[in-house]
């Protein structure tokens, strides 16, 4: 017999066990937002002076993005509860490799830093990071004057930089992409000249708004955002809640018969709260205050929606959650333009059309995206995240207030890299039972 083990220590096991079908009702706060906890990092890091962050995720993508910075001299005193003082600016290229575990925006936004560098930087991650596409960064630091090589001539990491003398440019990636967007800005610091970057659809502003919270010469004009040379001044950074994170209790109160939750704290602004909007376009009673931070759900009756291209750079992180309560509503969505998804911390539309098949959802994959037909109930299944924390937690909500049974999450651990103690706020907000699983 597996021994038992409380919610709240639950983050390291390799697989979880969730028996639900319940209600979901309660009011929480959800862990610093995660992409803004990387940028908060990687500009106090560059700024002269110190800075003091608050609300920092404790995920271990974040951490290996605090972990990162010191190797370059930073000295970082960590208080704990999500508060550290970070005192830059960067003084030397780093003293060891810079390992980012299954950080996506912390290996690509920390590329665009070293790129700006005189040194040499070597940059890796975990097995799952190391299948994941570098060329979209890459080849526009490459062409700001940065020397970038690594696996199959640069597209995978680990990735070795060498930083200095780079040349501002123009640069109109082929991908809508905040990582890509990011990189390119934060080595334009270090350029000669302005560097602007044009998308062909807006990305979250994470970085714009940041950078001139730090000072910096920072300009948005339509598509385009441009970033003059220049140094940074330390500042107080608060982290809000993440929004990603929050879409995960607003499906389990859709997914729920008896279903009421209140997420606060929330980050709400430009590009992080589109999830809301489909939803509402699928009939659901969901409100955030975009003043206030405050997402409320309560139970509804969903029906089908589509999802195309234009859509996908708004929810590209909620998409397997979404998915999920499409599984639920009436009628057959359609999701298209999603190709980048394959490129995730798993192949995100392949894992999530299995996670999807083994509740006994009827879905097919396409190239881009994929079709769902509405299910009325879910059944209890076996999922595999394949490293995937977003798989992982989807499966876990629908497992918690929409499958009676018992549902097995295997890669449960992958969850840590995010969101800590999800597990114990799963069952704090239903009635599901919660354990190892075998």
């Known amino acids: 017999m597996t021994p038992a083990v409380p919610a709240a220590d639950l983050d390291a096991v390799s697989s979880l066990q969730v028996t639900g079908a319940g209600p979901a009702r309660g009011t ?15 500009l106090s890091a560059m700024a002269h002076g110190p800075s003091v962050i608050t609300g920092l995720s404790r995920g271990q993508d974040v951490t290996h993005t605090l972990r990162a910075i010191e190797r370059f001299g930073v000295v ?39 790129a700006g560098i005189d040194g040499l930087s070597v ?32 597209r995978l990491a680990p990735l070795v930089i060498h930083g200095g003398g780079l040349t501002g440019i123009t640069y109109s990636p082929k991908v809508a992409s905040a990582q890509v967007k990011s990189a390119v800005l934060l080595a334009g610091l ?23 919270q730090f000072g910096a010469r920072v300009r948005v004009e339509g598509h385009a955002v441009t970033v003059e040379p220049g140094e940074l001044t330390g ?20 997914l729920a018969d008896e279903g009421e939750v209140i997420v606060e704290g929330l980050y709400p602004g430009y590009g992080r709260s589109d999830f809301v909007g489909v939803l509402k376009r699928m009939g659901a009673d969901v409100d955030f205050g975009l003043s206030t ?11 089908a929606v589509e999802l195309t291209a234009e859509d996908i750079p708004g929810i590209v992180d909620e998409v397997p959650v979404l998915a999920m309560a499409a599984a639920v509503a009436e009628g057959t969505t359609v999701i298209s333009g999603a190709g980048d ?8 539309i392949a894992s999530t059309s299995a996670m999807l098949r083994a509740f006994g959802v009827r879905v097919t994959e396409t190239e881009d995206g994929m079709v769902i037909e509405g299910a009325s109930r879910l059944r209890p299944a076996r999922v595999d995240s394949h490293g995937d924390h977003r798989i992982a937690m989807t499966a876990a909500v629908a497992g918690a207030c929409a499958a009676e049974g018992t549902t097995v999450i295997d890669g449960w ?26």
Not at 29 to 36: A, H
Not at 197 to 210: A, D, G, K, L
Not at 235 to 254: E, I, M
Request: contains cysteine.
């Open 235 to 254: 500042t107080d950074v608060r982290v809000p809640g993440d929004p990603s994170q929050a879409a995960f209790w607003a499906v389990a109160a859709l």
């Open 76 to 114: 970082v005193t960590d208080a704990g509860e999500g508060r550290v003082r970070v005192e830059g600016p960067l003084r030397h290229e780093p003293d060891d490799v810079l390992d980012h575990g299954n950080a996506g925006t912390g290996i690509r936004l920390m590329s665009g830093v070293c």
């Open 190 to 212: 270090s350029a000669k000249g302005s560097t602007t970057v044009e998308e062909i659809h807006p990305t979250r502003r994470h970085t714009e708004e940041m950078l001139d």
């Open 293 to 303: 931070g405050v997402l409320t759900v309560r139970s509804s009756r969903l029906k």
């Open 28 to 42: 929480l706060q959800v862990p610093g937002d995660k992409s803004i906890s990387h940028r908060a990092l990687l």
């Open 123 to 154: 940059l890796t991650g975990d097995q799952f990071l190391r299948r994941r596409p570098m060329d979209r960064v890459a080849v526009p630091l490459g062409l700001m004057g940065a020397a970038i090589d690594g696996r199959e001539r640069g």
């Open 341 to 348: 998804l394959r490129a995730k911390e798993s192949d995100r």
């Open 413 to 438: 651990d992958s969850v840590a890299t995010s969101y800590p103690r999800f597990a114990a706020d799963l069952v704090r907000l239903t009635r599901a039972g919660v354990e190892q699983g075998a």
